[in-house]
């Protein structure tokens, strides 16, 4: 089936040391979202890909980084994480931009930080 | 700044009933309107979407849209203990952005 998938689906970090979270996609869909989501809170826009464009939200840290190699796959980098980092992550994909687009969602990456 | 409003909850309503979601938003240029179902500890799954004034029926879930007063909102007939979950509205469009700005959900329990 054609999915979204999130690896780990958990991860431990201790406080500043780097973390990689990954998300690939078989649905061939040309926009990749990353959210936050913290507990019982709404998930928030970190940033997205629309192909090869990034798209920064305004308020997001400068601690997080994103990298999309090709179409399938795309890297939330965490440079140095500190304890508010610790969220469940959530990759989604759209077939295109815009408006009116369902999103998909991977099932997240929750992240702990020691 | 873009608000999705919700009530957290939670709702409590009795199987075989109606539950009935609202969501409110601020943006009066949003375009497309969501919602998502999301069990504890994993991801949002879309239920419905809909983007024009009016009633949007699939199955036993119902979506209400009205724009004028900016107000979406979700029924759940014939509810099932399994239907019990945080309901997520979420809204896109609007100055040209893509992704979507969430409600914090309102969290539903169906009781047996």
């Known amino acids: 089936d054609a999915m979204v998938i999130q690896n780990p689906r958990y991860q431990v970090t201790q406080f500043g040391k780097p973390v990689t979270l990954s998300c690939s996609q078989t649905l061939n869909h040309n926009v990749m979202y990353w959210y936050q989501q913290k507990s019982s809170q709404a998930p928030k826009l970190l940033f997205h890909y629309y192909d090869k464009d990034f798209n920064n939200e305004a308020d997001t840290p400068d601690n997080f980084q994103s990298r999309r190699p090709n179409t399938s796959f795309c890297f939330l980098d965490i440079r140095s994480p500190g304890l508010g980092d610790a969220a469940m992550y959530l990759c989604a994909t759209s077939r295109e931009q815009g408006t009116g687009q369902p999103q998909h969602f991977g099932d997240g990456t929750r992240l702990s930080i020691l | 700044q873009k608000e999705v409003e919700q009530n957290s909850g939670p709702l409590s309503v009795p199987e075989g009933a109606i539950a009935s979601l609202n969501c409110t938003y601020s943006?009066?240029?949003?375009?497309?309107f969501f919602w998502y179902r999301q069990y504890s500890g994993k991801s949002p799954e879309l239920i419905m979407s809909i983007y024009s004034n009016g009633d949007k029926e699939d199955g036993r879930f119902t979506a209400q849209l009205n724009k004028a007063s900016q107000y979406v909102s979700l029924l759940i007939r014939d509810s099932q203990p399994s239907d019990s979950a945080t309901y997520l509205c979420?809204?896109?469009?609007?100055?040209?952005?893509?992704?979507?700005?969430f409600g914090k959900g309102t969290h539903l329990i169906i009781q047996p």
């Open positions: 979420a809204v896109n469009g609007g100055g040209g952005a893509d992704g979507l700005t």
């Open positions: 943006d009066r240029g949003s375009q497309s």
